[in-house]
């Protein structure tokens, strides 16, 4: 988990509220993700980002939204968070150059439960 | 579509024998394959990963993958498992339909070693 952090590591929150999750690194490597992970399903990609201000979507993006204005901070929204998205959240960076290009490196993670 | 496949929920293993995780994939290029593990209530720690080259690929605590494109499989193996190998296991692909480096993830396989 060196050089990453996530932020809150606990969340409970109620039905319909906005809720945002952020990870900051300190390895200045350029992609930043956000991961859900579920029993039954391992880790699914909600959005990623390829740069400042760089951002796409991956596999279960609806509800959710991201904003990344310095390298080191990549955060995920919930907009209205509903009981469906109650799971552990994951940050992970990765780098395409180097000796350990394309290996992912998370976070500790962050366990939102919506009631 | 890519996919990546771990067929067992579980793998049980008396400690000191040998331990395989199995993985299959399904991708439309040259794949990009990666083996994490998770301890309990902590992020996914890289192990290993196949990029090119050597079939065989060596990685951290003792493991190693073996690449066969042939059966389009990627199985996890040690040669002596330890009581602190337990844990949750985790086979990824590159996703080639996004940018940079995001990848796929199985379902995950649960290795339990017994002493």
């Known amino acids: 988990d060196a050089g990453i952090t996530q932020s809150p590591r606990h969340k409970v929150t109620e039905t319909g509220t906005p809720v945002t999750l952020r990870c900051h690194q300190t390895?200045?490597?350029?992609?930043m993700y956000w991961y859900r992970q579920d029993p039954g399903h391992g880790l699914r990609l909600i959005h990623y980002?390829?740069?400042?201000?760089?951002?796409d979507k991956g596999e279960v993006s609806d509800g959710y939204s991201v904003s990344r204005s310095k390298t080191e901070d990549f955060l995920l929204t919930l907009e209205s968070a509903t009981s469906s998205q109650t799971s552990v959240y994951f940050c992970?960076?990765?780098?395409?150059?180097?000796?350990?290009?394309?290996?992912?490196?998370f976070g500790p993670g962050t366990r939102l439960t919506v009631t | 579509a890519q996919s990546v496949a771990q067929p067992e929920d579980q793998v049980n293993v008396a400690e000191g024998n040998p331990l395989t995780v199995k993985c299959t994939y399904s991708?439309?290029?040259?794949?990009?394959l990666f083996w994490y593990v998770q301890y309990p209530n902590r992020g996914l720690q890289f192990l290993l990963k196949?990029?090119?080259?050597?079939?065989l690929v060596k990685g951290s605590y003792g493991f190693e993958a073996e690449f066969n494109k042939s059966q389009t499989s990627f199985h996890l193996k040690k040669p002596s498992a330890l009581v602190s190998d337990s844990a949750l296991y985790f086979c990824?692909?590159?996703?080639?339909?996004?940018?940079?480096?995001?990848?796929?993830f199985g379902k995950g396989t649960t290795l339990s070693v017994s002493s």
């Open positions: 992970a960076i990765s780098a395409t150059s180097g000796r350990n290009s394309y290996e992912q490196y």
């Open positions: 390895e200045n490597h350029r992609y």
């Open positions: 980002s390829y740069g400042v201000k760089d951002t």
């Open positions: 991708v439309s290029g040259n794949p990009y």
């Open positions: 196949y990029i090119t080259g050597d079939n």
């Open positions: 990824a692909v590159r996703d080639l339909n996004q940018a940079g480096t995001a990848l796929i």
